[in-house]
C-alpha cells in the first residue's frame, strides 16, 4: 500500500516509453526486412520470420503498458488510502482534543449550573486512546466513538 506515488508514476512512464521503443525496434526491423532486395524462399522465411519475432515484439509492449496500468492503478490506490488515513487521522484527533475540553471543563467545575456533571465515558474512552503513528495504515481500523 505505501509508497512514494510519484516514483511508482515515474515507473509507469519508464514502461510506457519503453513500450513505444520496443514497438518502434519491431516497425524498424519489418521495415528493414521488407527493403531487402533478396528474393527466393530464404528471403520469404527471413521475412516471415521477422514479422513473426516483431509480433512477438509489439505483445511484449503491450505488456509493457499493462504493466504501466497497473502501476498506476496502484498509484491511485495508494494516493486513496493515504488520503482516508489522513482524513481519519485528522477526524480522531480532533475528536480526542474536544474530548479533553470537555473532560478540563468538568475537572474545572465549568458545568452547566450546580450541576454534578460526570465524565462521559466516550470522552474518557478517547482521553486514553493511544493513536497509531503519524500516517500509519492502523489508522484505518481505528475503533473510537465518533468515528464510523
Known amino acids: 500500500m505505501y509508497g512514494d506515488t510519484?516514483?511508482?508514476?515515474?515507473?509507469?512512464?519508464?514502461?510506457?516509453?519503453?513500450?513505444?521503443?520496443?514497438?518502434?525496434?519491431?516497425?524498424?526491423?519489418?521495415?528493414?526486412c521488407e527493403n531487402v532486395h533478396w528474393k527466393g524462399l530464404a528471403a520469404d522465411a527471413m521475412r516471415h520470420r521477422t514479422r513473426e519475432r516483431a509480433a512477438a515484439l509489439r505483445r511484449s509492449?503491450?505488456?509493457?503498458?499493462?504493466?504501466?496500468?497497473?502501476?498506476?492503478?496502484?498509484?491511485?490506490e495508494v494516493d486513496r488510502l493515504k488520503d482516508l488515513i489522513a482524513s481519519i487521522e485528522r477526524k480522531v484527533h480532533s475528536l480526542?482534543?474536544?474530548?479533553?475540553?470537555?473532560?478540563?471543563?468538568?475537572?474545572?467545575?465549568?458545568v452547566d449550573g450546580l450541576k454534578h456533571v460526570l465524565p462521559d465515558a466516550g470522552d474518557e474512552l478517547l482521553d486514553r486512546?493511544?493513536?497509531?503513528?503519524?500516517?500509519?495504515?492502523?489508522?484505518?481500523?481505528?475503533?473510537?466513538p465518533g468515528v464510523g
Open 61 to 76: 509492449a503491450s505488456l509493457h503498458e499493462d504493466a504501466a496500468d497497473a502501476l498506476d492503478h496502484h498509484a491511485h
Open 96 to 110: 480526542i482534543d474536544s474530548a479533553r475540553d470537555r473532560l478540563a471543563d468538568i475537572g474545572h467545575g465549568i
Open 6 to 32: 510519484s516514483v511508482i508514476r515515474g515507473l509507469a512512464r519508464d514502461m510506457r516509453e519503453q513500450a513505444a521503443d520496443i514497438r518502434s525496434e519491431a516497425d524498424r526491423l519489418v521495415a528493414q
Open 129 to 144: 486512546f493511544v493513536p497509531p503513528p503519524h500516517g500509519s495504515k492502523d489508522w484505518l481500523d481505528v475503533d473510537v
